[in-house]
């Protein structure tokens, strides 16, 4: 179900730029989470965090969830960082689109016949979740468990059920 919504070509800059992390950038320009909406007919960025931006934050998983507004339908884009049973220290790309339950239908359904849309520049991008409500991915845990088997550590927080 296509909607005619486009992605704006800044989305796809910013998305090509997450996806190609060079050694010797400046981490603290790295781009951490960007929060898209959709507006006169087109997918938007509405806020890019970069490192910089979270170094006050204690945990960054939980400054994430703080950005899914109850209200408010949204795509987000985030590097999470976690480590596994391995102890192999990863970082991966998670495609959310947020829709949740007290949102207005309308929105709820535009967002969801426009995320083809948007899926097509995440080409290469490992995770994609669709949270309705907090409760069903609120947790570290179950985050963790929808992003991969083996997690011990999201941001640098321990998963409970390991």
């Given at each position: 179900?296509?909607?005619?919504?486009?992605?704006a070509?800044?989305?796809?800059?910013?998305?090509?730029?997450?996806?190609?992390?060079?050694?010797?950038?400046?981490?603290?320009?790295?781009?951490?989470?960007?929060?898209f909406?959709?507006?006169?007919?087109?997918?938007?960025?509405?806020?890019?965090?970069?490192?910089?931006?979270?170094?006050?934050?204690?945990?960054?998983?939980?400054?994430?969830?703080?950005?899914?507004?109850?209200?408010?339908?949204?795509?987000?884009?985030?590097?999470?960082?976690?480590?596994?049973?391995?102890?192999?220290?990863?970082?991966?790309?998670?495609?959310?689109m947020?829709?949740?339950?007290?949102?207005?239908?309308?929105?709820?359904?535009?967002?969801?016949?426009?995320?083809?849309?948007?899926?097509?520049?995440?080409?290469?991008?490992?995770?994609?979740?669709?949270?309705?409500?907090?409760?069903?991915?609120?947790?570290?845990?179950?985050?963790?468990?929808?992003?991969?088997?083996?997690?011990?550590?999201?941001?640098?927080?321990?998963?409970?059920?390991?």
């Amino acid at each position: 179900m296509a909607s005619g919504v486009k992605v704006a070509d800044e989305v796809k800059d910013i998305v090509s730029e997450m996806k190609v992390v060079k050694n010797d950038a400046d981490q603290m320009e790295r781009i951490r989470l960007v929060v898209f909406e959709i507006k006169d007919g087109s997918i938007i960025i509405e806020k890019i965090y970069r490192e910089k931006d979270l170094t006050e934050v204690e945990d960054v998983f939980k400054f994430f969830l703080s950005l899914l507004d109850p209200d408010t339908c949204r795509y987000l884009l985030y590097d999470c960082h976690f480590e596994t049973k391995e102890s192999s220290k990863k970082e991966e790309l998670v495609f959310v689109m947020w829709a949740p339950e007290s949102s207005p239908i309308k929105a709820k359904m535009q967002y969801a016949s426009s995320k083809d849309s948007l899926k097509k520049i995440l080409t290469g991008i490992k995770h994609e979740l669709q949270i309705n409500d907090l409760s069903d991915f609120g947790t570290r845990d179950t985050f963790a468990e929808k992003v991969g088997k083996g997690i011990i550590k999201v941001e640098g927080h321990p998963v409970s059920g390991c």
